[in-house]
């Protein structure tokens, strides 16, 4: 009779793992629709807040790691950018995110960043590069175009933090499609090298980039 309670026990014990992950086992697309339909009303008032933004990290998360986001409000309308941060081999996986949203009252869904009428400074975990006073150059890199920015000062030990941030601020000089189809390496250095003196100022990026791109 004791082997039976302790068998019982077991039992017991393991249900809520297998519940969990049958619960997991889901379409990850379907379960974030889910949720942001019910957190719309919240993301709509509060816009990018601490906790939206936790919640969107875990959700997106589960589908694909490296995805993110942006809300943008336009008059009582408000937008949801799915992005991939400019890396062509996550595009996928946010175009199909996108063609399963549902209809979603006052919100309207993108896949991609879109290229802006305004460049902004863009800060990743710390890491910000402002186009007003950001430097680049570019070199045909196998096909593609790699990117050198030359900054004020940055932080070499958070050089993935600033490559994500540079991604993003080129998406709005030419559109995050433009950046994932034609972008190759990333990187930076100072503006007291010697190469800097060779450079553009960021504000010319769109027209150097889609010169060298015809």
């Known amino acids: 009779m004791m082997y039976l309670h302790r068998a019982a026990l077991v039992c017991l014990c393991l249900l809520p793992v297998f519940v969990a992950a049958e619960e997991s086992s889901g379409d990850p697309i379907a379960e974030f629709w889910a949720w942001f339909e019910t957190a719309a009303p919240r993301v709509y008032e509060t816009g990018d807040d601490a906790i939206n933004r936790d919640d969107m990290a875990y959700w997106l998360g589960r589908i694909r790691e490296g995805l993110s986001y942006e809300v943008l ?20 996986a946010v175009d199909a995110i996108v063609n399963g949203a549902p209809k979603v009252r006052r919100w309207k869904i993108r896949a991609l960043r879109p290229r802006a009428g305004r460049l902004r400074p863009v800060t990743v975990d710390g890491a910000t590069i402002d186009p007003a006073t950001a430097f680049f150059d570019l070199y045909k890199d196998t096909g593609r175009l790699g990117v050198v920015f030359y900054l004020a000062q940055y932080d070499a030990m958070h050089i993935e933090a600033y490559r994500t ?24 250095d100072t503006l007291d090298v010697r190469d800097a ?10 027209e150097v980039f889609n010169g060298l791109r015809r």
């Open 165 to 188: 941030a540079a991604r993003r601020l080129m998406c709005q000089a030419v559109g995050e499609r433009q950046v994932g189809n034609d972008v190759g390496f990333v990187d930076f």
């Open 73 to 92: 409000r336009e008059g009582r309308k408000a937008e949801l950018i799915i992005s991939a941060d400019g890396r062509i081999a996550s595009f996928g």
């Open 197 to 206: 003196q060779f450079s553009r100022p960021f504000a010319d990026f769109r």
